[in-house]
């Protein structure tokens, strides 16, 4: 099956060994695309998993870590393809990823966006709040990770409204005039994680019940919150509780991989949808753990082709839960927290030699 | 105004394209205003103006002039 026909299928519910199949043979054969097409990439595959491609299992496939899009322009087509360069912020001062988008790509992305986001928003196109301001998808060369997520969820919404100011203040009359306009009815609530626990409970302290027909969709960046001890039930009690706020689905995802999200379902875990997957691997030996075991996350994806970003090994932290349980099979995990450093040896010298392309 | 020339302006005043500016060959991202925040900006401007809503699909299918005439077809409007 290819990518795009995996496209076409529902995102959730499929059983893991019928993912498997899938997923097998088209990371298989984006990994011989990019080795073929990124002489970088193709270094740093022969160097570090000599044989690979052999073995069928998905788990068997290379990975890249996360990190080497922040020291290395990895790119599969030729400059002159390149729509746009996404950035997102690097963490702690480091230099910011980037991720080159042919045209190919960047619809692939949209449109398997398009096929998830139904799953909790239903085909309607809701009035939309967004917890950031305009400011974040201001038109430039690189767009951060922040931008792009908000500017990828914005046909889903329509009439939208941005909540804050640049210097982050909340538009008070913005967020009444969008509330009294369009509250009776179903709407989007749209931000990141911790801008939405940051700035949604001041800002809806004097009317709660405004937030009866909301469904927040937020994700990205739980490190400042794990900080504090804010986990995702944490959240949701306390956004209840301080904002009026009856229901809210997190996603997981990465500038490196748009497209790929995964959605929190029924049972408050996260699950892959049908073109990605998730391996938890032991932080020593890079092993495969079994349901249960906390490890470092792999990402894997069928949708990038301009870029060798189709299995990458994350720098968070998670556990998958459960397999093949409940109405939507497949791997349900958690996402942890970061892990302090997750970047094995060997890795500049196998791809420094020439450049990304 | 005719609705084709009505659905000219519209592009024109999203993507910040001069009175008069050709806009019939245009397709997404092949000029600078033509960005996904334009396309966002030409989409409330389409639906204001017919009134009418377009489902997620065909916001992010309406990547060309001529695509966006086929599909505000599919709405019922006459072009």
Known sequence: MTPDLVLTLPPFGHAQADKESWLRDGLAALTAHHRAACPAYDRWVGAMFPGAGASGRVADQPWLPVGVFKTHMLSSVPERDVVRILASSGTSGQAPSRVPLDAVTAARQARALSGIMPAVLGRRRLPMLIIDNEDSIASGAALSARGAGILGMMPFGRHHAFALDRDLSLRREAVDGFLDRWGGEPFLVFGFTFMVWTHLPPAMAERKAALANAILVHGGGWKALAGQGVDNDVFKAVLRRDAGLERAVSFYGMAEQVGSVFLEGDDGLLHAPAAADVIIRDPRTWDEVPVGVPGVIQVVSLLPTSYPGHSILTEDMGVIETVDRGEWKGKAFRVLGRVPRAEPRGCSDALAAGGGR | ?79
């Open chain 2, 1 to 79: 105004m005719s609705t084709l020339d009505t659905i000219r302006t519209l592009f024109r005043q999203s993507f910040d394209l001069e009175d008069g500016a050709d806009v019939d060959d245009l397709a997404y991202r092949a000029i600078p205003g033509w960005d996904s925040v334009g396309h966002m900006r030409l989409i409330a401007a389409l639906e204001t103006e017919f009134d009418l809503m377009l489902e997620t699909d065909d916001v992010l299918d309406m990547s060309s002039f001529a695509k966006a005439r086929e599909i505000l077809g599919k709405y019922g409007v006459a072009v």
